[in-house]
């Protein structure tokens, strides 16, 4: 599976939108591009997927670059239920679910 | 829907002692997943079973690592003996055919902690 690259940390003001980038520079044709989260002292939860075509769910949406070398989870008003651990990975579609470092998001009051 | 159930919660044990996990996942989900997650880091995957058979364990330190997933829905993952770089969370997951659409869904995982 692909490798991905995410910054180790980001700030949000409670209410704004919280912009999480991604880069997936080798991404195969045949991958998705999957966002979890982890909240503090819980399993990771499901956000989104992808594989050419913006997404949008009652949680987040999903903008991932023509080229698809890259995308960013946006979560449009941030509360601060959202501070979380974020998990971009990239997998073909029954294949290994390989967590990363991931993104801490902090929404701030 | 139920989720994926696990237990204990915490367990805390001395180093060379012997410890078990159990995981309940979502009925009707073919497929079981066992992460460890050290402190710091995302989760690692250790073991996948596809109904009753295991897919993948090339990442089960084998030596001192066992899981079983008896009648294809329940499974525990066992340590014997344990030692202190064990302490982690350890997470069940499940997932329909593989999770291809929604991923999968976890657990909340039990901690260990080896002194």
């Known amino acids: 599976d692909a490798k991905t690259t995410q910054p180790t940390s980001m700030d949000c003001a409670e209410g704004r939108a919280a912009n999480l980038p991604c880069n997936h520079s080798t991404i195969s044709g045949n991958e998705y591009v999957y966002w979890y989260r982890q909240i503090h002292s819980q399993g990771p939860q499901y956000i989104i997927h992808?594989?050419?075509n913006n997404e949008t769910n009652e949680m987040a949406s999903l903008i991932i670059t023509e080229d698809r070398k890259s995308s960013t989870l946006i979560l449009p008003h941030a509360t601060l239920r959202d501070t979380a651990v974020y998990y971009c990975i990239v997998r073909v579609a029954y294949g290994k679910l390989t967590f990363g470092q991931g993104t801490i998001l902090t929404v701030h009051p | 829907e139920a989720g994926v159930a696990q237990s204990p919660r915490y367990k805390i044990i001395e180093k060379r002692q012997s410890v078990a996990f159990w995981c309940n996942p979502i009925?009707?989900?073919?497929?079981l997943y066992w992460y460890q997650q050290i402190l710091g880091q995302g989760p690692k995957l250790l073991i996948q079973?596809?109904?009753?058979?295991?897919?993948?364990d090339s990442q089960l330190p084998k030596d001192r690592f066992s899981a079983e997933r008896l009648k294809g829905v329940d499974s525990t993952l066992k340590i014997q003996p344990a030692k202190l770089e064990d302490s982690a969370v350890y997470l069940c997951?499940?997932?329909?055919?593989?999770?291809?659409?929604?991923?999968?869904?976890f657990g909340s995982g039990t901690r260990l902690t080896v002194v």
């Open positions: 992808g594989l050419k």
């Open positions: 997951a499940s997932s329909l055919e593989g999770g291809a659409n929604y991923g999968y869904t």
């Open positions: 079973f596809q109904n009753n058979g295991v897919v993948d």
């Open positions: 009925s009707g989900h073919a497929t």
